[in-house]
């Protein structure tokens, strides 16, 4: 038996068993596992010619494309931590992560480059690698950066190289491994304040979560799973860590509209999707091809709730695909799944535990929370990222060991992750998402979940999209205000009166805003904290 403890060790199995199968696809373009592997090992070859060594940080800020797994994949090759960059970010933005992640080499275009250059001044970046222009070299009107070494991500000497020591990947013995508690990545996500905060995964975070999750999805070498979300977030990173991982074909989709993730799952013939509820919405709306509509055997969520609404139309597009409802945060990659056999029966859950996790509702005191009681969901096992990058205050605040758990016999305790949200379970110990606690409406006494206020206003069919929120009030602590979106005009006074057939008088919204449009952070999920900023701010006038 073969034990996989390094992240491009199952790419390198694949490319030994199965060669010649489809394993990455991008713009009309595919390279099977052999390729991709041979990729890979020269981008390895390429960063560790450049001093890249154990625990050395490697930014990528590329879209999604060859040279972007083979950099990240490489970067596991070479023994480094790769950083990957979400390609919307902006100038200011990239410099933090850099900055903060302490990359010493990035990865990027010319005309990237050129967007964030006059941000890159004191990042600590050392080399620059530029994918390949088309004329094969650099291009003539590259910033001008005296601190920086600017190189091609391949030269014409070594274009058709090997690296060092290479055999034929069929042949090739597997690569020595290092620990796989070692350092593999860091995904910076966003939080409700201050800078974007780097989430330190190591190769048995991303190796047990590739497994768990190929698990519980039953993926296996006949699927061809689209790639749409940002690989620096947790969901889209996890589309080809679960793909290598069962020798899956990876189609590789930057989203602009709709339109483009239907025309790109008919091409290929896509039997899996994963995506955020804002993206659903948005793909429920449009036109899909028959083949593409029954070629899909499952389509998951994450990310945030999905409005039961919501679920019932992509049910009703996709009759022959299951659906996944999942739960997770970037801190333990993914927590819970609701089976596809339950969604009916249990409508509104979050799920149960994911293969390889243990997920408990406590209260503050770390005791157990009985049958419908709210508690703290809390995290343990293998899937528990490191902590936060140079950051232990936010780091023991938020992994620390659970009462009862922290055996005498342990060297150090076992921290989990206590993910700040609310949860109940059920007697047949079945997870409901309630709200995080810092989102928690306080008014006339009562603590209102957003979320149950957002779902009666969804479920009237009446709006496409809610954010619920409490502004301050004198009289009351806090009053909800509801901001909407919808294609047609809203007429509020109907929403209202239809979500008084659901929710108690205390839950019903003071106020409606129709917005023309949310603000979305770069993984496509709600902005919370910006609309919340924003309507406050509108609330005020």
């Known amino acids: 038996m073969i034990f996989v403890t390094t992240i491009h ?38 960063l560790a010619g450049l001093g890249v060594a154990r625990h050395d940080r490697v930014a990528v800020f590329l879209e999604k494309r060859f040279e972007t797994v083979a950099a990240l ?44 250059r006059d941000h890159l001044g004191d990042t600590g970046l050392t080399t620059v690698l530029l994918v390949d222009p088309a004329d094969g070299g650099l291009p003539h009107d590259l910033p001008e950066l005296p601190a920086l070494t600017v190189l091609r991500w391949t030269t014409a000497s070594d274009d058709d190289a090997e690296p060092a020591g290479a055999a034929d990947p069929a042949a090739a013995p597997l690569s020595p491994s290092g620990p796989d508690t070692d350092i593999a990545a860091i995904l910076y996500t966003s939080g409700s304040t201050g800078a974007p905060k780097g989430v330190v995964l190591s190769h048995r975070n991303l190796v047990v979560g590739a497994t768990s999750v190929s698990a519980y999805l039953h993926n296996s070498a006949e699927d061809v799973l689209l790639a749409v979300l940002p690989l620096s977030f947790d969901a889209g990173l996890s589309q080809l860590t679960t793909a290598f991982a069962v020798g899956a074909h990876v189609v590789l989709h930057d989203y602009l509209l709709p339109r483009g993730v239907t025309a790109v799952c008919e091409q290929y013939g896509v039997t899996g999707i994963t995506g955020v509820p804002p993206l659903w919405t948005q793909l429920a709306g449009v036109e899909w091809p028959s083949g593409a509509r029954f070629a899909l055997r499952y389509f998951a969520n994450t990310g945030g709730r999905m409005p039961v609404a919501l679920l019932g139309e992509l049910r009703e597009l996709f009759p022959a695909a299951a659906p996944y409802l999942m739960y997770g945060l970037t801190e333990a990659f993914r927590s819970t799944y609701l089976d596809p056999a339950q969604v009916d029966a249990r409508p509104g859950s979050i799920g149960r535990a994911i293969p390889n996790a243990e997920v408990l509702v406590l209260r503050p005191d770390g005791t157990p929370c009985g049958p419908d009681e709210p508690g703290e969901l809390v995290h343990r096992g293998s899937l528990v990222a490191l902590g936060y990058w140079n950051d232990p205050e936010r780091t023991a605040a938020r992994f620390r060991p659970v009462p009862g758990y922290d055996e005498p016999w342990r060297a150090v305790p076992e921290p989990a992750v206590w993910s700040g949200d609310t949860v109940v379970r059920d ?6 998402f309630v709200g995080r606690e810092d989102e928690m ?21 009446l709006v496409r999209e809610a954010v619920a929120i409490g502004v301050p009030d004198d009289r009351l602590g806090q009053r909800i205000a509801l901001a909407v979106l919808s294609p047609e005009p809203v007429d509020t006074d109907r929403l209202l009166k239809e979500m008084r057939q659901s929710l108690p008088t205390f839950m019903l919204p003071a106020e409606v ?11 496509g999920k709600l902005d919370r904290p910006a609309i919340r900023a924003g309507l406050v701010a509108e609330v005020a006038e």
């Open 427 to 432: 007697a047949e110990g079945y997870l409901y």
């Open 441 to 461: 409406i306080k008014t006339s006494g009562y603590r209102v979940s957003p979320t149950e206020v957002e779902e009666a206003a969804l479920s009237t069919g």
């Open 73 to 116: 994949w490489g970067t596991s090759v070479a023994g480094g931590v790769f950083v990957p960059v979400n390609p919307l970010l902006k100038g200011k933005q990239v410099a933090h992560v850099l900055r903060d992640s302490g990359a010493r080499v990035l990865v990027t275009s010319p005309g990237r480059l050129n967007a964030v």
């Open 9 to 46: 060790q199952h790419l390198e199995l694949q490319a030994r068993h199965r060669p010649h199968a489809p394993a990455l696809s991008a713009r009309d373009a595919t390279l099977t596992y052999a390729e991709l592997w041979q990729a890979v090992r020269q981008a390895g070859a390429r």
């Open 513 to 523: 805003h129709v917005a023309e449009a949310f603000p979305r952070n770069p993984n």
